[in-house]
């Protein structure tokens, strides 16, 4: 903020921003609070906006033995799928490992609960 404000206008930005303060304040003290709260109201508006939305990560457990052709991992009943927790798997893969359009015909996934 500038120092060409005056006391009043001040104490009005305070007043429309739901600021409390004391009426004696002197316009140092009132400039500070005004440049405090408006750059904590900025801080707030952009961790708003740059915080991306994530989706939790669907888990799947494995019930049926299977190699997986595309990455090359042998699944024990019981294994988590994928073996590797970064791992980034294509909808249209679970899709077909959790019916029994595959080559062994058999469900091989399923998600967890």
Not at 60 to 69: E, G, I, P, Q
Not at 85 to 109: C, Y
């Amino acid at each position: 903020m500038s120092n060409t404000l005056k006391v009043e206008e001040i104490k009005e930005k305070l007043t429309a921003a739901g600021i409390s303060f004391d009426e004696k304040m002197k316009k140092e003290d009132l400039l500070r609070l005004l440049e405090d709260s408006t750059q904590n109201e900025n801080d707030a508006t952009s961790s708003e906006e740059t915080a991306p939305v994530v989706e939790p990560k669907k888990k799947y457990v494995v019930v049926h033995d299977f190699k997986d052709l595309k990455d090359g991992t042998v699944y024990i009943k019981g294994d988590i799928y994928p073996r590797k927790a970064d791992a980034v798997v294509d909808e249209e893969r679970v899709k077909e490992l959790s019916s029994t359009k595959n080559k062994i015909g058999r469900v091989l996934i399923q998600e967890q609960e």
